[in-house]
């Protein structure tokens, strides 16, 4: 699937929120005025089927061999299953932190030492969840192979703290896709447009304002 058709997909099962006055906050306390709910996939067959088809796709293009996968707890979780179930791989989750009860696993399920797993999860906004799902597998003596998303809004944050710890990150589709997308179909003008860019080049800029 292209990253065009993601989009389209996407807004066609409304799973893409613009806020004009009362932006979604984060939980890292960012407010972002595009909200991309990726989690409406799982009700829609058809868009599901496509986004693990290309999670599948990208998977086959990383370089060496890949011995399992990991999803982000809550939203990586079933399109991991899928991508899994399609591959025929072994398939983790990983929470954000140990459980502070039971087995107190921060990995579910059986991972070998030694392998290599690439990470799924829907969204990047910060990159805090997919850094820690990568972490925890690290120190279980896992090779992270990537980190792949559904959509990745791409803020610099991100994307310097991915260089830092050196994940290789891929995603279908971007948040400029997303704008590009919306500019054509006329649904933001030109005054809408830079807003939002202003906005990925400083996200706390409403934040703070």
């Given at each position: ?12 099962i ?49 370089p ?7 999803g ?31 087995r ?62 050196e ?17 054509q ?25």
């Amino acid at each position: 699937m292209e990253k065009n058709q993601l989009i389209h997909k996407l807004l066609d099962i409304g799973a893409v929120k613009m806020y004009e006055e009362d932006y979604f906050t984060w939980t890292s306390g960012i407010q972002s005025p595009i909200y991309c709910d990726n989690r409406l996939t799982m009700s829609y067959p058809s868009v599901r089927s496509a986004v693990a088809e290309a999670l599948v796709d990208m998977i086959q293009k990383l370089p060496g061999e890949v011995d399992g996968i990991a999803g982000c707890a809550t939203a990586g979780i079933p399109h991991a299953a899928w991508a899994a179930d399609r591959l025929n791989l072994p398939m983790v989750y990983v929470r954000g932190t140990a459980k502070k009860h039971g087995r107190r696993n921060q990995i579910e399920g059986v991972v070998t030492e030694g392998s290599r797993v690439v990470v799924i999860e829907d969204l990047i906004s910060t990159g805090k969840s997919s850094i820690q799902a990568a972490d925890a597998l690290r120190e279980a003596g896992v090779e992270v192979a990537g980190i792949l998303s559904i959509f990745t809004y791409g803020l610099a944050e991100a994307k310097q703290a991915f260089k830092e710890k050196e994940y290789h990150v891929q995603s279908i589709a971007s948040y400029d896709d997303l704008l590009n997308e919306l500019y054509q179909q006329k649904e933001l003008d030109d005054v809408q447009l830079e807003k939002l860019r202003v906005w990925r080049e400083d996200p706390y800029v409403f934040t703070n304002s």
